[in-house]
């Protein structure tokens, strides 16, 4: 929600954020008042805000409701995901912020240049790995942000039978046999690089692996459906082209 009211010409009235609001460089910098399902209303309350934004995943209840018994404006964003969420979100930030032109503007143009988007032309089968080191490997099904994306982006969920994540196994990882791999950033990071992704039980063994195809985005980019998700997935879809 930070990086939307940014994006609608609100960012210099917004007072404080959440520790997950990294982007833009001015949420970054701003204070803090915790992570967002373990607020506290005293440090919100002490930043005077006229008016508290955020979405339902904020919390915990009880913070929720001593916040609202302050007086203060809440509004919550119920986030359904995808990119009608991302929209929603840009709508929901201008109407509470008195920007409602702007956010308009905004999720036009991202619909525009989505829909202007050339796909891949043949239909890769991509797999998305999360990962937190070499011990805590995870594939991406139905009804996650990677699932969307990489559907968005004309190609093909290797892992579609299941929804959410599941640990990584050989034996599907071999199955699936996906043509690219998609991963984070920071996840490829803490494997120890390509070199250590390769290593994982599996991964060398299917086309992607033997070919070295690999799809590296930023985190927050590629999974945020934010105000930029349309830069994403343009991206998202040059990688691709790429790594065929």
Known sequence: ????LFAV???DRVVGSDTSSVYPQAARNMPKVGYQRKLSAEGILSLKPDIIIGTHEAGPPEVIAQLKASGVPVVLYEDKGGLEGAYGKILFAGKHSGNE???QSLVQQMKSHIQGL???DFNAKV???YARGPGMVQVSGKGTPAHDMIELAGAQNAMNSFQGF????????VAANPDIILIPSRALQSMGGESGLLKVPGVALTDAGKNRKLVVMDDLLLLGFSARTHIALEELIQKLNRAR
Do not use: C, H, V
């Not at 599941?166 to 990882?173: Q, S």
């Open 166 to 173: 599941r640990p990584l196994t050989a034996e599907a990882l």
């Open 118 to 120: 050339k796909r891949p």
């Open 127 to 129: 797999l998305f790995i």
């Open 1 to 4: 929600m930070t990086e939307a």
């Open 9 to 11: 010409g609100a960012g």
């Open 101 to 103: 032109d702007a956010a």
